[in-house]
């Protein structure tokens, strides 16, 4: 059966305390809502997002990472409400399922579970083991016969654990009918969405439950809650990834993206950061070093390392407190105390403590290429745009600022000269 899904997006937030768009507010490096986004498309092609508040700025960052997503545009105003969401929307396949932008821990499982059958609607439930606050959702003979506010329910009803998840797959046909027919008469003066499932039930129609798990039905309203999602989706990355044969020291200390990937034995010490994009084969990431949107294969990182968006580095080592950034390094040594920056190094090349390369000359970043077999001693500056060919030697202390012909040396020194006794002189102290 085809399926049509509208994710709920709408909503201001307030809770958030933030001038970002709550579901803007991002899960493992992607907004929740492209979490929820995610999961829809592995079972539709149609797809609309119901927008309000921030509309335009939701829009667009969609539009920046997706394809043939459909918009609607709550009239909020006169239409307030879940309902009042629902109301202009058109969509094309037999059912319809409606999610909640707020809940990026869904997962394809549960939606499709959400969508199978033949009841008019599929609605899901949770039980709790305390659901103070929550609405019950009574249910008679594996069908639901009512929806009560827990202010509104009996003693009996209020030992119901049975609670509503909030999504729903709705018959397309059902929901044509129902939503024109949704009204604001309540307390809120706003227009429910639980409103069709008394309509449905009053009408002789089947409302089926679907239980879910609460974990991945929790919606998120506040930056606690944003915490807690983050907990729960980093756990299952890492558990993902060590399946997948990846090794992590103290995993609760290590952070990974849901965009990076993992390819071989790769192995993450503790307080690894893995960020964006990043693609690591074969490789050793040390105590607390930060990879961000870069590819490394067969290397080693750190301890305490960086390396910045759009490096490569292959058959490379790069050593305790140094950082890369937008540079290629094949089968370079950089043990320690370093920053390459815009550079392409070649095969053979070691690079001494303290060496910089100053490629921003602050207007423009200007490149550095450096051949094979170079090798480059401490507190050296490379002072871009330059290139030092194969088999070069440049001695401690240098200021680079011209290229290097290869096999030569290059040196740039003050001659050092001693004052003899000028410690006794300068402290007045006898010799």
């Not at 709920?8 to 490096?29: D, Y």
């Not at 009803?157 to 008469?185: C, F, H, M, W």
């Amino acid at each position: 059966m085809s399926i049509s899904v509208v994710i709920l997006a709408a909503g201001k937030g307030s809770r958030m305390k933030s001038a970002t768009p709550k579901v803007l507010h991002e899960i493992s490096g992607k907004p929740m809502l492209f979490h929820a986004i995610d999961a829809a498309r592995q079972i539709s092609d149609d797809i609309t997002v119901v927008l309000f508040h921030q509309a335009e700025r939701i829009r667009k960052q969609v539009e920046s990472h997706y394809t043939n997503i459909h918009f609607h545009i709550q009239d909020a105003q006169k239409y307030p409400g879940t309902g009042g969401a629902m109301k202009g929307v058109e969509t094309k396949n037999e059912r319809t399922l409606i999610l909640n932008g707020d809940m990026p821990l869904i997962t394809k499982d549960s939606l499709l579970a959400l969508s199978t059958g033949d009841a008019e609607i599929n609605m899901s439930v949770i039980n709790l083991e305390n659901p103070g606050g929550y609405g019950r959702v009574i249910i008679e003979n594996g069908k639901v016969k009512e929806i009560i506010e827990e202010k509104d329910c009996s003693e009996t009803e209020l030992q119901t654990t049975t609670v509503n998840a909030g999504i729903y797959a709705v018959s397309t046909a059902v929901l044509k009918r129902y939503i024109p027919l949704l009204d604001n008469n309540n307390a809120q003066k706003e227009y429910y969405l639980t409103d069709i499932v008394k309509m449905a039930v009053d009408e002789g129609k089947t409302v089926h439950p679907v239980y879910v798990k609460e974990e991945e039905f929790k919606g998120v309203n506040s930056k606690f809650d944003l915490c807690v999602a983050e907990e729960i989706m980093q756990r299952r990355i890492k558990r993902f990834w060590m399946h997948a044969g990846v090794t992590m020291r103290l995993p609760e200390t290590i952070y990974i993206d849901s965009r990076a990937t993992f390819e071989g034995e790769c192995i993450l010490e503790n307080g690894v950061s893995i960020q964006g994009s990043s693609h690591i084969i074969a490789s050793h990431i040390k105590t607390h070093s930060i990879i961000e949107d870069s590819h490394i294969e067969n290397s080693d990182v750190g301890p305490m390392a960086r390396i910045r968006p759009q490096s490569t580095l292959k058959e490379s080592h790069i050593g305790n407190f140094v950082e890369v950034k937008k540079s290629m390094l094949t089968g370079v040594k950089a043990g320690h105390l370093a920053y390459i920056g815009d550079a392409t190094i070649d095969e053979g090349t070691n690079i001494g403590a303290g060496m910089i390369t100053c490629n921003y000359d602050g207007q423009k970043k200007h490149q550095t290429n450096i051949g094979k077999n170079v090798f480059i001693g401490s507190d050296t500056q490379i002072i871009a745009p330059v290139t030092i060919e194969d088999e070069v030697i440049i001695a401690a202390g240098t200021t680079v600022n011209q290229n290097i012909e290869k096999g030569s040396l290059a040196i740039s020194r003050i001659q050092m000269k001693t004052v003899k006794d000028f410690f006794y002189k300068f402290f007045n102290k006898d010799a």
